[in-house]
């Protein structure tokens, strides 16, 4: 009897778990105008001694131009996530198209709560074939204050804007 | 004149045949893709009936929120925003507004081929002789037209059917007459979009008004699907932030609420161009250009083959006429041939003359002259088209009324034809009349037709020859 109670009250028990909890923050990224192919970017959060913590968005479809991104490449062979097919799912948004030099893209990450307002980093690093790579083509802390500013890139980022939501 | 085109035809196709193989077949796999692409569901065949105004409005009730939306070349509707999935790229249906599916990257075999098919996967390198293939191209269909009219004996031919023997010389021709325009295409779109590839056009200035506040409103009912390239929507609530609509031909910035133009910018000439060439070139949009330009594809491969089995040895023999002393000789072998077939038979005539020792020289038509030591002229010779000279024969009924021989010469011709042309052998017979009429000349027979180069009749007047000249 007891276990036939159990088994009626999991599927309320799993609905009632905690789920991680998550920052929707909607970007805008305008390109600086040059002429050539398609930016690649990588957003990934960062901790203080500018260690990967978590990937959360991966913009362009063809994964052979990752290599591009020399310290995302490095940090995808160290972790042996390259190969690692469960790794993929994780960056949203991953056949998003390359932006061009001179346009615009609005698009929405999503970051863990306990990464938010919590002393770390977001960075978007950017390359372009036979151009270049830019490894903090923007680098701003990840918490509200900063978000609600707009940002200048160094690189391939003309500017960014923010709107978070909790 | 048709030696040259001939001449051009067969060294434009010799020098780009690798490249010109590899861009075609990588073309024909590029228009199976374009073709499979247009059976997939998220492919609108009739965009031009959905205006851009139901569109926003539908997408707007049915998905949670719309960054952006974009109609592509495929004519496939994609949406980039937050659906009941969270934040993606899908495909949407613009009469519901749904999502059909999920975009996914293109297969990596795809890519592979088109980035092959540009560039070779040698960069601009590639480009440039992709460029040049494609500029060799038009040379090449441009040649090979003015072939196909004059074989066939003029452009009306065009719609009849073609009276030829041999199955690769027939091939060529009726891939000729039906891809001949395609094939055209193909090379000048291509040609275009190399050039078009390295900036060569961005002089042109596109040409932007701006308007005031509340001056003019787009009225997106008017606006149809198809001319919609991409919609940007606002990043947020802020006055600065506007909708960028961009059309086939022109780009407004919009303002949220009212939808007042804020600026219009006509896209230059060149832009429109390159559209046009994009659609013609890849059939991405529609199923029926796709499937031409498949076809055509196709087609070059099988030009190649057949060309390449026509060219035989007699072709490259040709192009380096070797002069044998034809100033000694007192038995002059003159031949006028379009395909090589009279030569290849002049050739084994002066082998066995040669055999019964004659002094012989063996040339063209075209280069009639005086032979100061001749006393008998053999002619063999093709009719071309609708009864006239073949190329390298051209020149030789005028050089025959200025150039006078100093002996009295016997001749003898032989014409070669096919009784399927109502103009069979009609070259020979007027070479014959010509030469009869000719003071010191005189007929060592009654002049020879062989129908379909004929071996038993070839035999028969060669023996009849070899018999006259004991």
Not at chain 1, 8 to 33: M, N, Q, R, Y
Not at chain 1, 119 to 142: M, P, Q, T
Not at chain 2, 372 to 378: E, H, S, V
Request: charge should be neutral; hydrophobic fraction near 40%.
């Amino acid at each position: 009897m007891q276990s036939f109670l159990k088994f009626l009250l999991l599927p309320f028990l799993l609905f009632f778990l905690p789920v991680e909890e998550e920052v929707e923050i909607k970007c805008l990224v305008e390109i600086i105008d040059y002429r050539g192919e398609g930016a690649y970017f990588v957003i990934s959060v960062l901790d203080k001694e500018e260690k990967y913590i978590k990937t959360v968005y991966v913009l362009g479809d063809d994964k052979s131009w990752f290599s591009e991104m020399k310290s995302f490449w490095i940090h995808l062979r160290e972790n042996n996530l390259f190969s690692d097919e469960d790794f993929y799912p994780l960056i949203d948004g991953i056949s998003g198209p390359t932006i061009s030099g001179g346009e615009r893209r609005v698009f929405q990450i999503k970051v863990p709560k306990n990464l938010f307002n919590n002393g770390y980093h977001l960075r978007f690093e950017s390359a372009v074939e036979d151009k270049a790579y830019h490894l903090n083509d923007i680098n701003i802390s990840l918490n509200t204050e900063s978000l609600k500013q707009t940002h200048m890139g160094h690189g391939f980022i003309k500017k960014i804007q923010f709107i978070a939501t909790e | 004149m048709n030696g040259v085109w001939r001449r051009i035809h067969f060294l434009l196709a010799f020098g780009s045949a690798l490249f010109l193989f590899l861009t075609s077949v990588s073309g024909f796999i590029l228009g199976i893709e374009a073709l499979m692409d247009q059976t997939k569901p998220q492919a609108i065949d009739s965009l031009e009936d959905y205006s851009l105004k139901t569109t926003l409005e539908k997408l707007d009730t049915n998905i949670k929120e719309v960054f952006e939306l974009v109609i592509t070349e495929k004519n496939y509707v994609v949406v980039q925003g937050i659906s009941k999935d969270g934040f993606e790229n899908f495909y949407a249906d613009p009469e519901t507004g749904l999502k059909i599916n999920s975009v996914t990257p293109t297969s990596p075999f795809f890519k592979l081929v088109r980035s092959f098919h540009r560039s070779l996967f040698l960069k601009n390198t590639g480009r440039i002789i992709v460029g040049i293939i494609a500029f060799l191209l038009i040379l090449l269909s441009i040649t090979g037209g003015i072939l196909l009219t004059r074989r066939i004996g003029g452009i009306k031919q065009l719609f009849f059917l073609t009276k030829e023997k041999n199955i690769y010389r027939k091939g060529h021709i009726i891939l000729g007459k039906w891809f001949f325009i395609p094939v055209l295409i193909i090379g000048f779109s291509g040609a275009y979009l190399s050039i078009e590839r390295f900036n060569a056009f961005t002089n042109q200035e596109s040409n932007t008004k701006t308007y005031a506040k509340g001056e003019r409103i787009l009225d997106l009912n008017t606006i149809r699907l198809n001319d919609v390239t991409r919609v940007s929507y606002p990043f947020s609530k802020a006055d600065d932030e506007v909708y960028n609509i961009e059309l086939k031909d022109r780009v407004f910035t919009v303002r949220q609420g009212d939808f007042s133009i804020l600026s219009e910018e006509v896209y230059p000439f060149h832009s429109l161009l390159k559209q046009w060439n994009y659609y013609i070139h890849t059939g991405e949009s529609s199923v029926f250009v796709a499937l031409i330009l498949t076809l055509a594809a196709l087609a070059i491969v099988f030009f190649m083959f057949t060309g390449l089995k026509i060219t035989s040895k007699t072709s490259l023999d040709l192009l380096n006429l070797n002069k044998n002393n034809l100033k000694e000789a007192s038995l002059i072998i003159l031949y006028g041939t379009e395909t090589g077939n009279s030569y290849q038979f002049a050739k084994r005539l002066a082998k066995t003359l040669r055999k019964e020792n004659h002094s012989l020289g063996l040339t063209s038509l075209n280069n009639y002259a005086i032979f100061p030591k001749a006393k008998t002229i053999l002619i063999l010779t093709a009719t071309y088209g609708d009864g006239e000279a073949p190329s390298n024969a051209e020149r030789f009924e005028k050089r025959f009324e200025t150039m006078v021989q100093l002996n009295p010469i016997n001749f003898s011709i032989l014409g070669f034809g096919s009784k399927s042309y109502p103009k069979f052998c009609q070259y020979a017979i007027t070479l014959q009349s010509r030469l009869e009429k000719q003071d010191n000349f005189f007929s060592l027979m009654p002049l020879f037709k062989i129908n379909n180069q004929s071996e038993t009749d070839y035999c028969l007047w060669e023996s009849m020859v070899v018999n006259k000249l004991k």
